[in-house]
Nanobody, 124 residues
Framework: QVQLVESGGGLVQTGGSLRLSCAASGRTFSSYVMGWFRQAPGKEREFVAAISRSGGNTYYTDSVKGRFAISRDNAKNTVYLEMNSLKPEDTAVYYC?????????????????WGQGTQVTVSS
């Protein structure tokens, strides 16, 4: 069992930055591929980024490439999402998720554990 708690969301102007954190419980954090997803009102949950168990490989959806960066600190059981050059269309609830497989995947139903989400609002 893994419990995930996100933090760091908030209100920011267009072009601003935020850093999301996701703290995981348990001793097996390094055994999980970690992902970030987001869901805007009236839309389906969409993949944002994922990182391999060691942190050596990352994968991003096209709309955030060059603006967002995912990283992890296995010693601190934490995964981060650095978000720069934010746009109004980035407004959503952001969720972190843990996948017990060894593959980086972008499909939400492949992830085993989810946090409660943190709101990110980008004003124009």
């Amino acid at each position: 069992q893994v419990q995930l708690v996100e933090s760091g969301g908030g209100l920011v102007q267009t072009g601003g930055s935020l850093r999301l954190s996701c703290a995981a419980s348990g001793r097996t954090f390094s055994s999980y591929v970690m992902g970030w997803f987001r869901q805007a009102p009236g839309k389906e949950r969409e993949f944002v980024a994922a990182i391999s168990r060691s942190g050596g490989n990352t994968y991003y959806t096209d709309s955030v490439k060059g603006r967002f960066a995912i990283s992890r600190d296995n010693a601190k059981n934490t995964v981060y999402l650095e978000m720069n050059s934010l746009k109004p269309e980035d407004t959503a609830v952001y969720y972190c998720a843990a996948d017990g497989s060894s593959f980086i995947r972008s499909t939400p139903d492949r992830y085993d554990y989810w946090g409660q989400g943190t709101q990110v609002t980008v004003s124009s």
